[in-house]
């Protein structure tokens, strides 16, 4: 069984041609070489995140612009006062057999 990196599952690599990968560039481009191909891929990376950050920003610029936020409310004026309650309490009807309840009274 190989020990296989997930990235590098998905291309079918695993440990051994992962290192086999290694020693074939260091072969190739020597020890000197490699730490400015690390630099450089570093810095095509930073360009790549800094233009997807910019295209993102453009976009939710231009969502606001089609869709503006709604203006802000006018404040209530100093003056408002809510109506006042017309129901008045009720009285206590007392219960009586056979007669009907009378009117209620205006005395305050």
């Known amino acids: 069984m190989t020990f296989m990196v997930p990235f590098l599952a998905a291309f079918g690599l695993g440990g051994t041609e992962l290192i086999l990968i290694v020693?074939?560039?260091l072969i190739l481009f020597g020890?000197?070489?490699i730490?400015?191909?690390a630099k450089g891929l570093g810095q095509g990376i930073k360009e790549f995140k800094k233009a997807s950050r910019e295209v993102q920003e453009e976009i939710e610029r231009a969502g606001e612009e089609l869709n503006p936020p709604?203006?802000?409310r006018p404040p209530l004026a100093s003056s408002?006062?809510?109506p006042a309650e017309s129901v008045?309490?009720?009285e206590p009807v007392a219960s009586s057999s056979g007669s009907t309840p009378?009117?209620?009274s205006s005395n305050p």
């Open 23 to 25: 020693l074939a560039v």
């Open 102 to 104: 009378s009117a209620p």
């Open 35 to 37: 730490p400015d191909f």
């Open 88 to 90: 008045q309490p009720a």
């Open 31 to 33: 020890a000197k070489k």
């Open 80 to 82: 408002y006062t809510p």
């Open 70 to 72: 709604p203006p802000p």
